[in-house]
């Protein structure tokens, strides 16, 4: 068994920043990817960024050069620093790693708000 457990959510003014963390315990022998991804209510799971075991990372066009997103292989944890915050970054953001499977966790709730 694979739990993955986010936290850093939260309601953040225009231009401000969140880091988001999330731990991966239970079963695991060596995680490749992980990564973050974010929904709104009625529309799709759309990637955010992925770092593999060796830190090559992966970001989709409108958060580069504004999140960063790095992990802590020792601790199987994995962030993203979240810089010059929008409206529209406003969603649930969900972490995934793949071990033998896909795991997610719960989501966090990051609100853009003035």
Do not use: H
Not at 83 to 100: F, G, H, Q, R
């Amino acid at each position: 068994q694979v739990q993955l457990v986010e936290s850093g959510g939260g309601l953040v003014q225009p231009g401000g920043s969140l880091r988001l963390s999330c731990a991966a315990s239970g079963s695991i022998f060596s995680i490749s990817a992980m990564g973050w991804y974010r929904q709104v209510p009625g529309k799709q799971r759309d990637l955010v960024a992925t770092i593999t075991s060796v830190g090559s990372t992966n970001y989709a066009d409108s958060v580069k050069g504004r999140f960063t997103i790095s992990r802590d292989n020792a601790k199987n944890t994995v962030y993203l620093q979240m810089n010059s915050l929008k409206p529209e970054d406003t969603a649930v953001y969900y972490c995934t790693a793949s071990i033998t499977a896909s795991y997610w966790g719960q989501g966090t709730q990051v609100t853009v708000s003035s």
